[in-house]
């Protein structure tokens, strides 16, 4: 079975400054990731894809993840934080033994102070 | 391109009334996923349809719930009688299969209150 872990439920950095989230994946297979950032009162906005090409995925918004088949990791970056990104962010992965189904994990508020 | 159109964006009712929540895929998608979030449990998967066909309802609560599918334009999911734990947030998202695992988009959620 595969699985999800984010390991920050909380994250605040100040504006100007980068961003990590962090991530760890369990899966049996080549899983297929993704990032979505949930603003509040809307729905979940993909903010990019790991699918086996690039282990670097460059996403929307200045964000990218890079895969680390080693660590289990699919960590979210940005090097400089702005006020626009604070929200809530899910690291999610695709479970293949159930055909498209997506394994979401607990998510990361990202607060980011002036 | 229109995305993912659910409604209403909120609803709010009293115990024991019926819900309707009304979702419009996006075009072309070929699976269908009803999800619903809370504080306590997050993102929960009730139920998702390939081809208008339900695949898969295991996450779906109780009786009081069912869905359907129609057309591959319109899914509706359907609470009677709803009950004051039934508050929640429920997304509708869709995908299209395609070649490998594509990511599936989300509405922008129906707000249920139920009193």
């Known amino acids: 079975a595969q699985s999800v872990t984010q390991l920050d439920s909380h994250v605040s950095v100040s504006e100007g400054t980068p961003v990590l989230l962090r991530c760890n994946y369990s899966s049996s297979y080549s899983p297929s990731l993704f990032w979505y950032v949930q603003h509040p009162n809307k729905g979940l906005q993909l903010l990019l894809k790991y699918t086996s090409a690039a282990t670097l995925v460059k996403g929307i918004n200045g964000f990218e993840a890079e895969f680390k088949k080693s660590e289990t990791s699919f960590h979210l970056t940005k090097p400089s934080a702005h006020m626009s990104d604070a929200a809530e962010y899910f690291c999610v992965v695709s479970d293949w033994d159930s055909s498209y189904k997506l394994i979401f994990g607990s998510g990361t508020r990202l607060l980011v102070r002036p | 391109d229109a995305g993912v159109i659910q409604s209403p964006r909120h609803e709010v009712t009293e115990m024991g009334q019926e819900v309707t929540l009304r979702c419009k895929p996006i075009s072309g998608h070929d699976y269908l996923f009803w999800y619903r979030q809370t504080m306590m449990r997050g993102l929960e998967l009730l139920i998702y349809f390939n081809n208008n066909v339900p695949i898969d309802d295991s996450g779906m609560p109780e009786d009081r719930f069912s869905a359907k599918m129609p057309n591959a334009s319109f899914s509706t999911l359907k609470i009677q009688p709803s009950e004051p734990r039934d508050s929640a947030v429920y997304f509708c998202?869709?995908?299209?299969?395609?070649?490998?695992?594509?990511?599936?988009?989300f509405g922008d959620g129906t707000r249920l209150s139920i009193l």
């Open positions: 998202a869709s995908s299209f299969a395609g070649q490998g695992n594509q990511p599936q988009h």
